[in-house]
């Protein structure tokens, strides 16, 4: 806070009655600048960073270049089977956060707007603070609102399965009766290709499907798993594609639905929110449209010795996604060292240089024997970072 100086000034004995006012000035302006998470320098933000008004209204307008994306922020505390206090860190979840919005917004030429349900409006601006320091071009980029995490009365005890809040993305269509669509992302997420063809997967949908998602290609298949699930490995809840539209008229009631597999099989699960779209989607798979593997490529698609996605061989990977804490264990460097490069990147300077540091770091993995499963995958490099190499060539000189 800026010092100020002033001298008191007495009549009869009596402080001026302006003294008063000059101490309301103070006070002011001292919460002003140290207290910048409560709500009555909201509005600076709004104003700065590009804060939606909590308004409630549909966000999805045909025609515009605006995308949506659904966050859930929760901290919450964590029980035996939810990873400890690491797994629900809010610090870990605001900077992995923080990663995934700044590759956004690195790739992207749209208006990006998330929507973050959490269980603290002081999270929420702190999240959204991770962008003050952007330049004004980016800022632009991305919108903010804010919900806050809701369950139905008789499902509170949903609210702490597996990870805190995890199940709460099952009741976005009821959080959001004038939504049209969105997409779900975890977090622990990275870019390597522009948001607007996420987006435009939409497209592929049919008259009947209502969402998306990709492979999970582990875990399913496994005595691990108690719970039916869809297709031949069963889906990753990580990114979800959701024409929230279809939901609501979904003729079993999207959250009843949702409800009756929960309730049914509620011993079994295990995944939380992931296990019960499976058993939903094993019961009615013409819902569901499969996203490619490269679009939600996890730790446990290269680190069993072998490419486990014939996609991201060919085209190298779209989103990169951390799951299992693989951004930040130091178990598996080759995915780490992408998260650590963006997360050092700063936004404005050359994505020439951020691919060339990217690939230094890769070869370093390799050649200093850091530890990386994924390092015996033949040309791991060049998969991990081929859609990044493209964006490149096609808006840039190399």
């Known amino acids: 806070m800026t010092a100020v100086s002033f001298r008191f000034i007495r009549t009869r004995g009596q402080v001026m009655p302006y003294l008063v006012i000059l101490y309301v000035v103070i006070i002011l302006v001292f919460v002003r600048h140290n207290f910048a998470g409560k709500e009555n320098v909201e509005e600076f933000l709004r104003s700065s960073l590009h804060i939606a008004p909590d308004s409630g209204v549909g966000l999805h307008n045909k025609g515009t270049a605006e995308i949506t994306f659904f966050i859930i922020l929760c901290e919450g505390k964590p029980n035996d089977n939810q990873g400890g206090?690491?797994?629900?860190?809010?610090?870990?979840?605001?900077?992995?956060?923080?990663?995934?919005?700044?590759?956004?917004?690195?790739?992207?030429?749209?208006?990006?707007?998330?929507?973050?349900?959490?269980?603290?409006?002081?999270?929420?601006?702190?999240?959204?603070?991770?962008?003050?320091?952007?330049?004004?071009?980016?800022?632009?980029?991305?919108?903010?609102?804010?919900?806050?995490?809701?369950?139905?009365?008789?499902?509170?005890?949903?609210?702490?399965?597996?990870?805190?809040?995890?199940?709460?993305?099952?009741?976005?269509?009821?959080?959001?009766?004038?939504?049209?669509?969105?997409?779900?992302?975890?977090?622990?997420?990275?870019?390597?290709?522009p948001p607007e063809q996420l987006w435009q997967e939409f497209r592929k949908f049919n008259d009947v499907q209502l969402a998306a998602m990709a492979p999970c290609l582990y875990h399913y298949g496994t005595r691990k798993n108690k719970v039916p699930f869809y297709g031949k490995t069963g889906l990753n809840a990580g990114i979800m594609h959701m024409n929230i539209t279809r939901m609501r008229k979904f003729s079993e009631g999207w959250t009843a639905a949702n409800m009756k597999m929960f309730d049914k099989y509620k011993k079994k699960i295990k995944l939380a929110d992931q296990d019960i779209l499976n058993i939903l989607f094993?019961?009615?798979?013409?819902?569901?449209?499969?996203?490619?593997?490269?679009?939600?490529?996890?730790?446990?698609?290269?680190?069993?010795?072998?490419?486990?996605?014939?996609?991201?061989?060919?085209?190298?990977?779209?989103?990169?996604?951390?799951?299992?804490?693989?951004?930040?264990?130091?178990?598996?460097?080759?995915?780490?060292?992408?998260?650590?490069?963006?997360?050092?990147?700063?936004?404005?300077?050359?994505?020439?240089h951020l691919l060339a540091t990217i690939w230094d770091k890769l070869e370093a993995v390799s050649t200093n024997h850091q530890p990386s499963k994924c390092a015996r995958v033949s040309n791991i490099n060049n998969i991990l970072t081929k859609e990044l190499q493209k964006h490149l060539l096609n808006n840039y000189s190399l």
């Open 85 to 193: 206090k690491t797994a629900s860190d809010i610090a870990r979840q605001l900077r992995q956060a923080a990663v995934m919005l700044k590759s956004a917004a690195a790739l992207s030429t749209s208006v990006l707007r998330f929507i973050v349900v959490a269980d603290s409006k002081k999270f929420f601006l702190r999240f959204v603070n991770t962008t003050s320091s952007w330049p004004q071009v980016y800022k632009k980029r991305v919108i903010f609102e804010y919900r806050d995490v809701w369950y139905p009365a008789d499902r509170e005890d949903m609210r702490s399965m597996f990870r805190v809040c995890a199940t709460e993305r099952l009741f976005l269509p009821d959080m959001f009766p004038k939504l049209d669509a969105a997409i779900y992302i975890d977090t622990d997420l990275v870019f390597l290709r």
């Open 282 to 352: 094993h019961k009615y798979g013409e819902l569901v449209y499969e996203l490619g593997c490269e679009w939600n490529y996890r730790i446990f698609q290269c680190s069993q010795g072998y490419n486990m996605c014939p996609h991201a061989a060919t085209n190298g990977v779209s989103i990169l996604h951390g799951n299992a804490m693989a951004f930040v264990n130091g178990a598996e460097m080759k995915l780490q060292v992408i998260f650590e490069s963006w997360e050092q990147h700063v936004l404005g300077s050359s994505l020439d």
